[in-house]
């Protein structure tokens, strides 16, 4: 089997000190490739190779047209190894292939998106008596780190806003899930985009996450991942006081009052809660029913999650796939016994499917409690899997108030017929995204982040392309006079 390789410096290239890791495709368990590990060493090549390109303006001073150009074709590439990619995905993170295909349209669509912006870094000039201009100019370099459940859409959510800057980057997929990076970087080196302009390093977070994020020579850092990693990457950056966009966990809520179709409304919930099999930071993961219809609603809830099909995700039957690990099954295990233990009630599910051939990966029982006290974990803290907590509430106050009770602010929904209580709702919800009857709807135009500990700054939109620009006020002497501020001179 051939070892997967990082690219540094436009080589494809094995970690100095020659560690290697297994990737697993969790639906059964099997090694679907080996690839090379760096250690801190390798870390230093590739920062070093993008300060010199960045330095160069080999890509910065490109005139954006070009750049776009670059852009289009990565784009136009994705979409050729569209079946490709899907599969890569579905075997390396476990997802319908389905959702697989949906994110590599995403992600080429994203490369296009920013292909256009590139020629909209607008700076202002001021009248003559100012004689002055402010100028939008990339950032440097950017340390772009991404996790395991969306490993190629979030990889383009990255670079493409930060190539469209002109800007480059040290990436990093998560070390579980580098498959579909290998091949976009395959795709970079096809299109010919200059060398050392985008960096591909392979390797643990532990092991390589803090050089990557204190480096003296990066200057931009966008993370995306857990809530306690965040804070451990700002706490890097703040050294060098690196400019940071972290996207972080949530813990997001569903709020359905009596006025909605169950049915219909129930469908959503179990899109919000399952797709991904919850390993989605917007999952919409604490339901909060209005008293009056909390019965009736649950027990829509729970006929339907019974049906849902789980299983390998090359399966097109399949619904929902395995967790993307063992050991991230395993702690949604743990958070499943703990709410058991702090008097939530199983509804549903619960348990590891055992039955084969399922018994070769991690599947988990889509799972559905019901709890009354709001201060237990699985309440307050993000599982990360297919888990939902069913509330209720008597006063649209009450559901305000539970709505906003955890530490996160990434995403909500509102299910209601009333279009002022809608609106009234959707102001109340402390999240950077609220939906309206709806859930998980994202466009790469639409910034997308979040509240409080979700994390700060934006991916998507003109948002992000901003965060990948520094602005510069250029100040101008158009008149021979001198001075005058020192006597002598005059
Ligand atoms: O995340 P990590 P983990 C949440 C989710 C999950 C929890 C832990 O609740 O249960 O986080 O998951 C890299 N410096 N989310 O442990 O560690 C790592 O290599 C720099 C929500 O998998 O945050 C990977 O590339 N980087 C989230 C990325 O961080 C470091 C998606 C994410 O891994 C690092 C994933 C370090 N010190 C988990 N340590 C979302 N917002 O969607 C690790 N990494």
């Not at 390789?5 to 080589?11: F, L, S, T, V």
């Not at 002055?132 to 969306?150: D, E, R, T």
């Not at 990066?218 to 060098?240: C, D, P, R, Y």
């Not at 999952?283 to 049906?307: D, F, P, Q």
Request: charged share 20%.
């Amino acid at each position: 089997m051939d070892i997967g390789k990082m690219y540094i410096n436009g080589e494809w290239i094995l970690a100095k000190e020659q560690g290697t890791r297994e990737i697993i495709n969790p639906a059964n368990g099997e090694v679907i490739k080996v690839v090379t590990e760096a250690t801190e060493k390798d870390v230093e090549e590739a920062v070093m190779s993008a300060r010199r390109a960045f330095d160069s303006g080999l890509w910065s001073q490109l005139k954006p047209e070009v750049r776009a150009t670059f852009l289009l074709k990565i784009a136009e590439e994705i979409e050729k190894s569209k079946e490709e990619l899907a599969q890569l995905e579905t075997i390396n993170n476990g997802k319908p292939l389905g959702e697989a295909l949906s994110d590599v349209e995403t992600a080429a669509d994203a490369f296009r998106y920013y292909a256009g912006l590139t020629r909209t870094a607008f700076g202002e000039t001021f009248d003559s008596s100012l004689d002055s201009m402010v100028v939008k100019q990339a950032v440097g370099v950017c340390a772009l780190i991404v996790p395991w459940n969306f490993p190629l859409q979030m990889a383009a959510w990255k670079l493409a806003p930060c190539l469209a800057a002109g800007n480059v980057a040290v990436f990093k997929p998560a070390e579980t899930t580098p498959l579909t990076a290998i091949k976009l970087f395959e795709i970079f080196e096809k299109v010919q985009l200059p060398k050392g302009v985008c960096n591909l390093v392979l390797g643990s977070g532990q092991a390589i996450g803090d050089l990557m994020t204190s480096h003296r020579g990066v200057n931009k850092i966008s993370f995306t991942g857990g809530t306690e990693t965040g804070k451990k990457v700002m706490t890097n950056a703040l050294q060098t006081m690196k400019k940071v966009t972290l996207e972080l966990g949530g813990k997001s809520p569903i709020v359905v009052f009596p006025d909605t179709d169950l049915e219909k409304t129930a469908e959503y919930i179990m899109f919000a809660s399952f797709l991904g099999a919850g390993q989605i930071c917007s999952a919409g993961s604490r339901l909060i029913v209005h008293e009056s219809i909390s019965a009736e609603l649950t027990s829509i809830l729970i006929k339907h999650t019974k049906k849902i099909v789980v299983g390998n995700g090359l399966d097109n039957s399949v619904q929902m796939g395995p967790i993307a690990s063992i050991q991230h099954m395993n702690k949604v295990l743990g958070m499943v016994e703990k709410a058991r233990e702090d008097g939530a009630i199983l509804l549903t599910g619960g348990h590891r499917i055992t039955k084969a051939p399922l018994d070769k990966g991690s599947f988990i029982e889509p799972t559905i409690f019901m709890v009354e006290d709001n201060d237990i974990e699985i309440v307050q803290e993000e599982v990360f899997g297919p888990v939902l907590v069913i509330q209720t509430f008597r006063e649209e106050e009450e559901a305000v108030q539970l709505a906003n009770s955890t530490k996160y602010g990434l995403a909500g929904a509102v299910f209601t017929k009333d279009f002022s209580r809608a609106i009234r709702m959707s102001k109340n919800i402390c999240s950077g995204t609220v939906w309206i009857n709806k859930y998980h709807s994202v466009n790469n135009q639409l910034p997308w982040g979040g509240f409080n500990q979700s994390g700060f700054g934006r991916d998507l939109g003109k948002d992000a392309f901003n965060e990948y620009l520094e602005t510069k006020v250029i100040q101008m002497n158009l008149s021979n006079d001198a001075l005058g501020f020192y006597d002598s001179f005059i």
